[in-house]
């Protein structure tokens, strides 16, 4: 199959043992998301379990924080020799450039191959709605998440995620190199759950990402193995 190397199964799932009968479930999976719930629930043990079965691995833990302490996490994260690490734009670009350089750093004393460090731009969850009324921000989305990437790689970053919505936009603007991954991709078969600004699949890879971070559709469906392969199939 072709199109399924670029989709990245978010492991969203509360501890090891669902962790791992999922990923022995989707076999075919190369490349897995532990985010925020499961690492903070089993810790690097997830990552070893990836690892002993030559995963790929996005550790998603969203970085937010001053400088000095991102810089830190950034550093304990890339000794587990990770693919991809997670930070929020908003932290800054002092925040941005100190995460870079960590992450440099940590893969260097462990002998590992640094991470691609990715921003978060604006979350998938957030409607413009939300951001000009909540979050206050006088920008119209697409300029905010547009402004926020390019922070990020004038930091030094080697990508964002952003929604579908904003990647052609992102992509346009940022040039081949810089690596753009979607979370918020639903089939239409799919529900939307949280997720505000999504596209399909095959639409968000048309749009110039270069990966999909796809969680509940898969993971949550009566039949994953089934959803796994819809997806594939239908992106190839
Ligand atoms: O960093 C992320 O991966 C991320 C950023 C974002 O803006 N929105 C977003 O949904 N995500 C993650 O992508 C995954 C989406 O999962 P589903 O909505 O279940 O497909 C979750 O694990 C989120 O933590």
Redesign the pocket.
């Known amino acids: 199959m072709m199109g399924n190397d670029k989709i990245i199964v ?1 492991l ?1 799932v509360p501890d090891l043992e669902g962790a791992i009968a999922l990923i022995d479930k989707l076999e075919s999976v190369s490349f897995w ?1 532990v ?1 925020l719930e499961l690492f903070t629930s089993t810790g690097p043990q997830i990552l070893e379990i990836l690892k002993s079965r030559q995963k790929r691995i996005f550790l ?1 833990l ?1 970085f937010h924080d001053i400088p000095n302490t991102v810089a830190g996490a950034c550093r304990s994260s890339a000794r587990y020799g990770v693919d991809l690490l ?1 930070i929020h734009a908003t932290a800054g670009k002092d925040a941005l450039k100190a995460a870079t350089e960590a992450a440099q750093t940590g893969a260097a004393q462990a002998g590992v191959q640094p991470p691609k460090l990715i921003a ?1 731009t ?4 957030i409607s413009a709605r939300q951001l000009a009324f909540d979050l206050k921000i006088p920008l119209e989305l697409p300029e905010f998440a547009l402004e926020m990437a390019l922070m990020a790689k004038e930091s030094g970053l080697d990508g964002a ?1 952003c ?1 579908p919505q904003e990647v052609a936009q992102l992509r346009q603007t940022s040039g081949d190199e810089f690596l753009l ?1 979607c ?3 639903r089939p239409t078969w799919a529900d939307k ?3 505000k600004r999504s596209l399909t699949p095959s639409q968000a890879l048309q749009a110039g990402a270069n990966y999909l ?5 898969i ?2 469906a009566p039949d994953p193995e089934l959803a796994w392969k819809r997806i594939s199939e239908e992106l190839n």
């Open positions: 978010a969203d998301k985010g998603d969203k997670t978060i604006l979350l998938t969850s995620v929604s991954v979370p918020g991709v759950g949280d997720q971070v796809i969680g509940r559709p993971t949550a």
